[in-house]
């Protein structure tokens, strides 16, 4: 009965620990990421990946330095557009589609919010990078 109390108490004070992904090597924002790139580490991070194939194939956002976990914000997708690059721009309401080219005043990958400006109109618009490299316009 002793033994099993003892055993209950050095059980319940051990914190589990689960695996952290960590880069190899210090990777620069804009790097995309290559699984070999990648480790897995003994650890426990909150708010940080755990599986290599979450963070392969991702852009980094901030500088990921080698050895640290790498936190949920610090990646993302792929940049498909650059800053200063010309995009075609499309606007779809009301059974009008409007379509035209900007300049993208900021990177953004697939899903993001990017600011726009109109070559024509010279106005600030915002839109949602598309999988084809197009940015659906928002009011």
Request: some cysteine; proline content about 6%; hydrophobic content about 45%.
């Amino acid at each position: 009965m002793r033994f099993a109390l003892i055993l209950l108490v050095v059980l319940c004070g051990q914190q589990a620990v689960s695996d952290v992904v960590t880069p190899v090597r210090t990777l620069r924002p804009g790097t995309l990421i290559a699984p070999a790139d990648l480790t897995v580490k003994p650890g426990e991070r909150p708010g940080a990946f755990d599986r290599i194939s979450d963070v392969a194939g991702q852009e980094a956002r901030t500088a990921l330095y080698a050895g640290r976990p790498i936190p949920f914000d610090a990646i993302g997708p792929p940049a498909l557009i650059n800053r200063n690059q010309i995009v075609s721009l499309r606007f779809e309401g009301n059974g009008l589609m409007i379509a035209t080219d900007g300049r993208a005043l900021e990177r953004g990958g697939i899903g993001d919010r990017v600011r726009i400006m109109n070559l024509s109109s010279r106005a600030t618009l915002f839109g949602y990078v598309q999988a084809d490299g197009t940015v659906k316009v928002t009011q």
